[in-house]
């Protein structure tokens, strides 16, 4: 091939650098979603300024629910302390799952989502990959709350294997219901609008709870809704596990809770990001 | 004008497709977003081992036309193949043997150079240290070394752009989908990659380039369809679609722009010609018909000339000239291209020489 238009012929200039080996085999489901997961742990790397309501949530969380109802609800901030932290910590945790869809979204929106679903790759992948991410800001959030609570005189009963349970617990909780958030980050247009649309959904659920006060003070038809509320039966079990006493039915129903969520959610995620739209 | 395209035929080396032996082709695509239409019956045929040229202005329906291509897109009707596959009923097995480079440079703002390129390679199913090596070359090979270690969102459009053609380039695909490659680039970073292009076709690969630069698809392409309103409006070589303009193209740089509209009536009366003004305002090209045939295209050009001079038009200058593709496109739509891309017709396109249709041709 010969070119007359001033441009150097091809093949001549360095051929070597741009032909690929032949084609590989694509990645598992897992090495695909070890690789979004590699990307979601190098954001975060490369803009820690993401971290920072994950760590000014559980920090303002402890502090205000404490010394703000303390005295009012239980007499002392000091007593209110060992009753609320259980609810701070998921409270805290379950307002950092929202950003499971904003990522989502934000791809959509540059653009990039069209690459990653040219390839011939796990449809979750990016979604589960994202989670690994996750998993690293529910676990900050989460140490966040109990280190400070107990510098300001929270006393974990249960002991270490306790705090442990109760947040692995938390955890299967939120990586759940971050597939709900996902699938709104896959059907709203714009990361601000899976924020809104989030924030609408978890603030009436965390505070229609047992997380500030005992349920039997509530009008009944509230009682009815905080009775059923997951977040409720999570609290419970939150409060056993840390307090070294655990239950086991406020922990079956998180369990179920977050099987039937994730059962609805990630095959719909999955389908939303499939879907040739 | 230039013999620098692929030509299909004992050249090719591309690996035949089941069925056809074709490496893309479509039949009636159609496609609507919402009440507008986008596609209304596209019909490709792409044989393997070549480039092949998409040409259109903004909204033609190019885009579309590489989304379905690359199963992004279901269409509402017709049929596509790409490298053997249906693409609708198998989307797997086409996505294992096609490459994208969209229309908007698709990297990760937040990660580096590098790091966009080995991620993306771990996708495409390398070995760690593989990823890491391919990453290197092609860092190399498109003059991103030194910004390697940056973040995606400090580069120029050009960089991204070229980050973003590597990141296609991960895995070597039997169909590489290049959606207006070159958009947004400078002349230099342009031609580095008009040789890329050169050199995947070389290598076998087919490739389907979209482009609103007339110029680059003679120059790059075997075979070109121009698309317009969601229709393939001629298809052929550069050289067929060419030669259906006409026998050739005379311009015209008069002495006095204020003797130009006199000067394109008179040429339009004695013609019966598409006269079209320059950017420049001393310029005007018309297309000689080929309905004239019997008289060769130079004769006419002389009568043209000798008619401006009996109605006092000074003439600085005259050529006679084969059609660019500029002006087919304009024969066939009869419509300059950059006058429904007005978001288009920014620096880049005078980049291109193509003078005629700019932004000055409104």
């Known amino acids: 091939m010969t070119a007359l238009s001033g441009v150097p012929a091809a093949g001549t200039a360095r051929p070597s650098s741009l032909a690929a080996g032949p084609r590989p085999e694509p990645p598992g489901a897992w090495a695909a979603s070890a690789a979004f997961g590699w990307r979601a742990l190098l954001k975060i790397k490369h803009v820690p300024e993401m971290l920072l309501d994950v760590i000014a949530i559980p920090v303002v969380f402890t502090l205000m629910f404490t010394y703000l109802f303390g005295g009012a609800l239980a007499g002392s901030p000091r007593r209110y302390l060992q009753f609320i932290l259980p609810g701070t910590l998921v409270m805290a945790v379950l307002l950092v799952t929202m950003y499971a869809g904003t990522g989502l979204a934000t791809d959509r929106a540059k653009g990039i989502t069209d690459r990653f679903r040219a390839l011939p790759i796990w449809r979750l992948a990016p979604v589960t990959g994202g989670l690994l991410g996750d998993t690293a800001r529910y676990l900050l959030a989460a140490a966040l709350v109990v280190v400070l609570g107990v510098a300001i005189g929270f006393r974990p009963v249960g002991g270490a294997p306790g705090v442990l349970a109760g947040i692995g617990l938390l955890l299967v909780f939120a990586l759940a219901l971050s597939f709900a958030w996902a699938t709104l980050g896959l059907l709203l247009r714009t990361p601000q609008a899976v924020m809104s649309a989030a924030t609408v959904v978890l603030f009436p659920l965390t505070l229609a709870s047992n997380v500030f006060v005992a349920p039997h003070t509530m009008p009944g038809w509230l009682q009815a809704f905080v009775a059923v509320n997951p977040v409720s039966h999570l609290v419970t079990a939150e409060r056993a596990l840390l307090g070294g006493h655990p239950v086991a039915g406020p922990i079956a129903w998180v369990l179920l809770t977050s099987a039937v969520l994730t059962a609805v959610f990630a095959p719909l995620t999955a389908w939303l990001y499939g879907r040739q739209q | ?362």
């Open chain 2, 1 to 362: 004008m230039s013999a620098g395209r692929a030509k299909p035929g004992p050249t090719r080396r591309g690996r035949p497709s089941p069925g056809s032996g074709l490496a893309i082709e479509a039949g009636r695509l159609e496609k609507r977003f919402g009440g507008k239409r986008a596609l209304a019956g596209v019909d490709l045929a792409v044989t393997p081992g070549t480039v092949y040229g998409l040409l259109g202005p903004n909204g033609a329906g190019k885009t579309t036309t590489v989304r379905i291509l690359a199963t992004l897109l279901a269409p509402d009707g017709g049929r596509a193949r790409v490298a053997g596959h249906d693409v609708a009923a198998e989307p797997r097995l086409v996505r294992r043997a096609i490459a994208l480079a969209g229309q908007s440079a698709t990297v990760d703002e937040d990660l580096t150079g590098r790091e966009n390129l080995v991620f993306l390679g771990r996708l495409a199913g390398l070995p760690r240290a593989a990823a890491k090596a391919r990453a290197a070359g092609l860092l190399a090979a498109f003059g991103l070394e030194e910004a390697a270690a940056r973040q995606a969102r400090a580069y120029s459009g050009g960089m991204r752009r070229r980050l973003d053609l590597a990141a296609s380039l991960i895995a070597r695909a039997e169909v590489y989908f290049l959606d207006e490659p070159t958009t947004g680039l400078d002349p230099a970073s342009r031609a580095q990659v008009h040789q890329i292009i050169r050199s995947l076709a070389a290598g076998g690969a087919t490739v389907l380039l979209t482009t609103q630069y007339l110029e680059e698809a003679d120059q790059l392409a075997s075979r070109i369809a121009v698309i317009d309103h969601g229709t393939v409006i001629a298809e052929g070589t550069p050289g067929q679609l060419k030669a259906a303009a006409g026998p050739g193209t005379l311009r015209i740089r008069l002495a006095d722009p204020a003797q130009r509209p006199q000067a394109r009536r008179t040429l339009a009366g004695l013609l019966g010609a598409l006269v079209q003004d320059g950017v420049d305002p001393l310029v005007l090209t018309a297309m000689l018909p080929a309905a004239r045939s019997g008289q060769p295209a130079s004769d006419q050009a002389a009568a043209a000339v000798a008619e401006l001079g009996r109605a006092g038009i000074a003439v600085g200058e005259f050529a006679l000239g084969q059609p660019s593709l500029d002006e087919v496109f304009l024969a066939l739509t009869a419509q300059p291209i950059a006058s429904s891309a007005p978001a288009a017709a920014g620096p880049e396109t005078t980049a291109t020489g193509s003078q005629i249709f700019t932004k000055g041709s409104s």
